[in-house]
């Protein structure tokens, strides 16, 4: 069995974020980082490895820039088997649209019996690629779950949506997103950081995929980023250390004064 | 003007409020067509109709009353296509994000998530995002025939505009692929009888400085009629269930009001509830992030200050 496992090269969120000129996400300025929400994905695919009869593979992928690569690195410390990195000039700048079709043809390459991803990154957090994985895929999308089931071909999960708790189930191939609630995940040890610098990383370019230039990047985006400001950052506004309850009375003098009450 | 699209959140409890703020961007957008996708009842069609819904279209498809994302995407596209719909408009929750995004593959739509403002522009719509934790706000233009929106909760102030709505009853047809996942098992969320976490005016979480004890953060929170939220920290401890969970990895809150209690604030509670209106903070450890962002910071220990305000409002109301 074949598992791949989408991992994402962010900026890191202690740190200072923002934006370049052209309006993507500066990469250049911070540091960077696995998104840690990816690292629960990478432990369920372990899990679901060791916990199979089969040998079971675990692909790392991503895309991006040559910075990209380093998640994939940590993906194979904590105990991927191998990762693929899809790279090409031409991405840059690509949509939820554009990424999810470069995604979808890489993972249609690797010909993976389940595909798993974090619930959302941490830079862009939109949340959408699961779903638009499962839509362009044709393979049911199990999404948001915090407790996994593999049972020969059926996956069975539950989430937790907005309205219920769901246990759902689905054959494979099929997309799974799971939350930070679907275990921890755990660290790399030093004997799988050195076996990981043996672990095989293949890089993909838009040939490879075979998908035209013009289908991906900034180019085939259909929102153009018009202006990125950053807010005026909150002010810290009256401290008031409570002493025989004048910390209740100042609250409650807040609230009356903003008429919360 | 195009038609544009509103799914709507209707059930036996009426029409959400975040739907009526929908109604009222989609006004600004075009003609406004709320699709509800299940039953509706008469009061739900009034409501829709004295908010400016020109149209209502129910769909009584079975498959797609459990609410899995990859049947309702599909029935929304038929729609779209169907109305020729310039875009359509969904309210900002994970379910919602699923079928967004689905939706968008199928149109091959313009996708913006977690959107704050919605205006027409020339070529498509203009929105406007907070990212990276509300530190920054990204205003972006639609370049496709079709945009899909979620929007989130508290952006607009909902307004009425009465119209008469033509309501229709419309079929859909659902393939293999989008109804291949089955659901075994349901349960509801248990109502708690406060307000909806992302909806409510004022929001009262409590984090580590609970100690696990959050009954006077709740009762706090009834004597304002505000929503209890949680902290990562008091979550992953157990004292409360996930679902109430503020932050990065999970709800992100706007209200008019945001309290504090036990929270120190790091980034990513933050990423949470940053753009809420005002913050008010309760917490032991003066040197606490979190008063580097309130309005007002309260140095003491919250299992005092909260039940002295509480007791102070209802002696106030008598």
């Given at each position: ?59 790392a ?8 690569a380093d998640?994939i690195k940590k993906a194979l410390q904590i105990g991927a088997s191998s990762g ?104 790399p040890g030093l004997k799988n950081v050195m076996a990981a610098k043996k672990k095989k990383v ?60 | ?318």
């Open positions: 069995m074949r598992i791949v496992t989408l991992v994402k090269y962010v900026p890191d969120a202690t740190g200072e974020r923002g934006f370049s000129e052209d309006g993507t996400v500066d990469r250049e300025g911070t540091d960077g980082r696995l998104s840690e929400l990816d690292e629960y994905a990478v432990e369920q695919s372990l899990r679901l490895a060791e916990a199979s009869d089969d040998e079971v593979e675990v692909v992928l991503t895309m991006g820039p040559d910075d990209a998640a693929v990195h899809v790279c090409d000039d031409d991405i840059a700048g690509s949509d939820a649209l554009g990424t999810s079709l470069v995604l979808a043809a890489a993972i249609r390459k690797l010909e993976p019996d389940l595909v798993i991803t974090g619930m959302a990154s941490t830079d862009g957090v939109m949340g959408v690629l699961p779903a638009m994985l499962s839509e362009r895929l044709g393979w049911p999308g199990l999404t948001l779950a915090h407790t996994v089931e593999l049972d020969g071909r059926t996956l069975t999960v539950v989430r937790d949506g907005d309205t219920a708790s769901q246990r759902v189930q689905a054959e494979l191939p099929a997309v799974l997103s799971v939350t930070d609630q679907s275990g921890e995940p755990r660290y293949e890089e993909w370019d838009l040939d490879d995929l075979g998908l035209e230039a013009d289908a991906v990047g900034a180019a085939a985006a259909l929102t153009t980023v018009r202006e990125t400001a950053p807010r005026p950052p909150r002010q810290a506004g009256r401290v008031v250390t409570d002493s025989d309850g004048s910390g209740a009375a100042a609250l409650t003098e807040f609230l009356t004064a903003g008429k919360y009450v | 003007m195009g038609s544009v699209i509103v799914l709507a959140e209707a059930g036996e409890q009426g029409v959400s409020k975040p739907t009526l703020e929908l109604l009222t961007l989609a006004r600004r957008l075009g003609e406004p067509v709320v699709v509800v996708l299940g039953e509706t009842t008469g009061e739900v069609v009034q409501t829709l109709g004295r908010h400016g819904a020109t149209a209502v279209l129910t769909v009584a498809e079975p498959a797609l009353q459990e609410g899995l994302p990859a049947p309702r995407a599909e029935a929304l596209a038929q729609l779209a296509g169907d109305r020729q719909a310039s875009v359509v408009l969904l309210t900002s929750t994970p379910d919602a994000k699923d079928v967004a995004g689905r939706l968008a593959v199928r149109l091959t739509a313009a996708l913006v998530t977690d959107a704050i403002d919605v205006q027409p522009g020339e070529g498509g719509v203009v929105t406007r995002q907070s990212v990276f934790a509300g530190s920054w706000t990204v205003e972006a233009a639609s370049t496709a025939d079709v945009a899909v929106v979620t929007v989130k909760p508290n952006s607009v102030e909902a307004e009425e505009a009465p119209v008469e709505p033509a309501v229709e009853t419309v079929q859909v047809t659902l393939s293999e692929t989008s109804t291949a996942v089955r659901v075994l098992e349901s349960s509801p969320k248990a109502a708690t009888g406060r307000p909806e976490l992302t909806e409510a005016a004022i929001v009262v979480s409590g984090g580590r400085g609970t100690g696990g004890d959050f009954a006077a953060v709740e009762a706090f929170a009834d004597a304002l009629g505000a929503a209890v939220g949680a902290s990562r920290a008091a979550v992953d401890s157990g004292w409360y269930p996930h679902a109430y969970q503020i932050g990065q990895t999970g709800k992100t809150v706007s209200p008019q009001l945001y309290v504090a209690a036990g929270i120190s604030g790091a980034i990513q509670h933050r990423a949470g509830m940053q753009t809420s209106r005002a913050v008010v903070a309760v917490n032991k450890d003066p040197e606490a992030p979190i008063f580097e962002m309130a309005d007002l910071g309260v140095v003491g220990d919250l299992h005092t200050v909260l039940p002295a305000v509480t007791e102070q409002l209802r002696d106030a109301r008598g």
